[in-house]
Nanobody
Framework: QVQLVESGGGLVQAGDSLRLSCEAS????????MGWFRQAPGKERQFVAAINWNGGVTNYVDSVKGRFTISRDNTKNTLYPQMNKLKPEDTAVYYCAGHPSPFLVSRRPGDFDSWGQGTQVTVSS
């Protein structure tokens, strides 16, 4: 497994931008596809975006397409989402996750085997 630590969450206003970071250690970061998920109070954990091992393939949930961009820097063992035009409905705890495969194969949380502790993002209207 890979150890993951998220940072960068906070309170912003609707329309603002925010960039989260997820720093990885342990298993070779570049060997794994990575993903971002989020969980709002009272709701199930939701897939947000994923990226394959070299950043060449990405996948997004429809609600964030055109606003969020997932990227990775394998030289820094770090995963990012750049989140623009934030909306109140984006409010949630955001988690990064590591997949055992280098390829994008799933959006299901159960298929990811490493998780960070989460970082809170709150968007006020």
């Amino acid at each position: 497994q890979v150890q993951l630590v998220e940072s960068g969450g906070g309170l912003v206003q609707a329309g603002d931008s925010l960039r989260l970071s997820c720093e990885a250690s342990g298993r070779t970061f570049s060997s794994n596809a990575m993903g971002w998920f989020r969980q709002a109070p009272g709701k199930e954990r939701q897939f947000v975006a994923a990226i394959n091992w070299n950043g060449g393939v990405t996948n997004y949930v429809d609600s964030v397409k055109g606003r969020f961009t997932i990227s990775r820097d394998n030289t820094k063992n770090t995963l990012y989402p750049q989140m623009n035009k934030l909306k109140p409905e984006d409010t949630a705890v955001y988690y990064c996750a590591g997949h055992p495969s280098p390829f994008l194969v799933s959006r299901r949380p159960g298929d990811f085997d490493s998780w960070g502790q989460g970082t809170q993002v709150t968007v006020s209207s």
